[in-house]
């Protein structure tokens, strides 16, 4: 099961990395200081997931647990970059945050359902529990920019 508690480990930790590096990536185009600090809040709330999993996968693996590969960081602002290139509103960012937040939901609920009767760690269960509510709240937040 050790196996698994580390597949779920990297898993959150990946969203949470790429949750911090699309809110790096918009940040220089914000000007609204209000969207800013939303933004900035967001970003702490991954940062603080992926510390707590960092925290945990000492205990399954001397290795560090694993991040968005170059190429996806890569996609990832690429695509950020085009999206944005006309429109750098409040409403758009907002629209593109949400979008890609949309997923990791879609991820971290598919993880949850997957190991329902598995024996997880009770403290790897909470983390993956933990980020799905964070990305649910953030997605209620940002909507609000739509």
Request: glycine share 4%; charged share 25%; aromatic share 6%.
């Amino acid at each position: 099961m050790e196996n698994q508690n580390l597949n779920i480990l990297d898993e959150v930790n990946k969203g949470a990395t790429m949750g911090m590096d699309a809110i790096s990536f918009v940040s220089d185009k914000v000007v609204d200081s209000k969207f800013k600090g939303v933004l900035d809040t967001e970003y702490n709330k991954y940062k603080k997931i992926s510390q707590r999993v960092n925290d945990l996968y000492d205990n399954y693996s001397d290795k560090e647990p694993h991040e968005t590969n170059a190429m996806t960081k890569m996609m990832t602002w690429y695509g950020i970059q085009m999206k944005t290139m006309k429109d750098q509103s409040n409403e758009k960012i907002s629209e593109l945050l949400v979008q890609g937040t949309n997923m990791g939901i879609i991820e971290g609920v598919r993880l949850q359902n997957q190991n329902q009767d598995s024996d997880l760690s009770q403290n790897v269960r909470q983390i993956l529990n933990d980020f799905v509510a964070m990305q649910e709240d953030s997605v209620e937040t940002l909507k609000k920019y739509l």
